[in-house]
């Protein structure tokens, strides 16, 4: 179905639900006026099955109009009683009125038409038939108080849950839209640290190339070996650290909106070494002091790896450790790094309760599955009885 087909059946609705309304109401106050004229020596009145038309075909302006309509409805049963029609109750030609009065929010009015509409008819049965004012509250008294009040608390009742209905569809309008900014706010925090860990590499970089420049430039005119050493290992870092430098720029290139919003990944505060495997003890030797007993199983020479890929590793490693410091309630914990053939495999799994991972605090496993995407590669998270695991795989080089 088409957006404008779905506008018009959505528009439709309404009228549909009136018009059932309208025709129930006829129906019923037209079933009632002929049981009240059964065994009665009076005619059929043509003029009590007009007015109970007309109590329904009222109905169908109760969305537009629903002041006037209660207001006609009230005017055209006292009319009705006045003429020495049957009887059809006092609540039941305005039960209808009442109930759209009170759904589109105008309580104080439903109220009063229905207290108006019972004390008049109780003045009435004072004058015609005057009794006692304890049995003239008898039955069919509390009938149609319950009748009126029911149809009062029954429109409240939709509006309210109504209106609850629009302010949850509101709070998950805004509560999304949030969420897209803080998306796009994580990702370009994601960005700048990768910005600083380019600065950092293109930094060593240029630091090597330095020294063997230097080397060569001491070497010129007495060692050609040492000069042609150096040399070789200028262009080799050259071809390396340009290599980096084009795989991490692409890293910077704006996202497409049809990829996913990356949350943040956290880095450390005031932090400006590029973070490797090769420092990953530091963060074993952390969850050991921390009561933790870890099995590693690390088959890799971190110097087989890019550098992005080696700092993301590093990266991912350090957030489920940290994770399972904080919330796992582990007292275990196996790391495992190997290389197979050109992928780089990651795996970190606790003993813990094994938390769902959409229900552990922060963003940052999120934060570093994204990274892990960007590089060509993919994490993932599982949860059972004997604990949580987070594995990766990535591309262990970067292609130039």
Known sequence: MTAPESDRSAGAAPRVHDGVLALAVAV???????????????????????????????????????????????????????????????????????????????????????????????????????????????????????????????????????????????????????????????????????????????????????????????????DEAAVMQALGQVRAQTAKSLGELRSMVRLLHPIHESQPHAPEARAAPGTRHVRSLADLPGILDSARAAGLQVRQDLDLDPEALSTPVDAAAYRVIQEAVTNILRHAEATAVRVTVRLDADQLQLEVADDGRGAPADSLPGHGIIGMSERVRLLGGELTTRSGASGFTVAARMPARLDP
């Open 28 to 222: 019923v106050l037209s079933a009632i006026i002929t049981v009240a004229q059964t065994g009665t020596d009076q005619g059929p009145q043509p003029l009590a099955y007009v007015f109970a038309v007309g109590f329904g075909a009222i109905l169908l302006l109760r969305r537009t109009l629903p002041v006037p309509v209660l207001v006609l409805s009230v005017l055209g049963t006292f009319a009705y009683y006045t003429l020495d029609l049957p009887t059809i109750g006092v609540a039941v030609p305005v039960v209808a009125a009442l109930f759209s009065a009170a759904e589109r929010g105008l309580l104080r009015w439903a109220i009063g038409s229905g207290a108006v509409m019972f004390a008049v008819s109780l003045l009435f049965r004072l004058r015609d038939d005057p009794q006692p004012l304890g049995h003239l509250l008898g039955t069919d008294a509390a009938a149609d108080i319950a009748l009126i009040a029911a149809a009062i608390a029954l429109g409240y009742g939709v509006r309210s849950h109504r209106l609850r209905s629009v302010q949850q569809e509101q709070i998950a309008r805004l509560t999304a839209e949030q969420t897209h900014r803080e998306a796009e706010l994580r990702i370009q925090t994601e960005r700048e640290r990768i910005s600083r860990e380019l600065h950092d590499t293109v930094g060593h970089s240029l630091s090597v190339i330095s020294l063997h420049a230097g080397v060569a430039s001491d070497s010129v005119g007495h």
